[in-house]
T-cell receptor, first 118, second 112 residues
């Protein structure tokens, strides 16, 4: 079982709708959570990062983490056709640099393909 | 400010050939990593480095080598290319992992 799970979709919604994208994770040590957006044939770009539980808002985007249920969400308000992309969630257990115990890297979900219909 | 630069963007190799994928960043990031992205598999960590002279293996290191002689550069070497290494390769760097990565635009590699 992959440590971070996402429904691959596609998720298709009409323009202007509120979009809810979700991930679950299994590693209780994960403390840092991120959302990336990836357009076709491009590299992922960081949308938001959060630490531990709670909400974080940035414009039309809200990231939510519920550590008790190991659930990560990204909400997009007033969705636009330009939001059509694959959204990747990612997690990490340690925010500090290498200390001999292994820093590893971010663990990514497989991504959810989102389509916003004009 | 160029960010993370990957070269080449596309490459076709024959089975058994070797090559080096280049990655350079100009943000003075200590942490750099290589991922491969395959349909249905997501992003998987190949190797990473936390500074010049320090590298370590990720989830799928077999068939790949890395070295880090400078802060800016982190090349990925394919020793003897195999069709299973056909993939899109991304280089990423970070000041600290809690702030996430900056990714390059990727190298699309096909091994025939």
């Amino acid at each position: 079982q992959k440590e971070v799970e996402q429904d691959p979709g596609p998720l298709s919604v009409p323009e202007g709708a509120i979009v809810s994208l979700n991930c679950t994770y299994s590693n209780s040590a994960f403390q840092y959570f991120m959302w990336y957006r990836q357009y076709s044939r491009k590299g992922p770009e960081l949308l938001m990062y959060t630490y531990s539980s709670g909400n974080k808002e940035d414009g039309r985007f809200t990231a939510q983490v519920d550590k008790s249920s190991k659930y990560i969400s990204l909400f997009i308000r007033d969705s636009q056709p330009s939001d059509s992309a694959t959204y990747l969630c990612a997690s990490h257990s340690a925010g500090r640099m290498y200390s001999g115990g292994g820093a590893d890297g971010l663990t990514f979900g497989k991504g959810t393909h989102l389509i916003i219909q004009p | 400010n160029a960010g993370v630069t990957q070269t080449p963007k596309f490459q076709v190799l024959k089975t058994g050939q070797s090559m080096t994928l280049q990655c350079a960043q100009d943000m003075n990031h200590e942490y750099m990593s290589w991922y491969r992205q395959d349909p249905g598999m997501g992003l998987r960590l190949i190797h990473y480095s936390v500074g010049a002279g320090i590298t370590d293996q990720g989830e799928v290191p077999n068939g790949y080598n890395v070295s880090r002689s400078t802060t800016e550069d982190f090349p990925l070497r394919l020793l003897s290319a195999a069709p299973s290494q056909t993939s899109v390769y991304f280089c990423a760097s970070s000041y600290q992992l809690l702030y996430g990565y900056t990714f390059g635009s990727g190298t699309r590699l096909t091994v025939v």
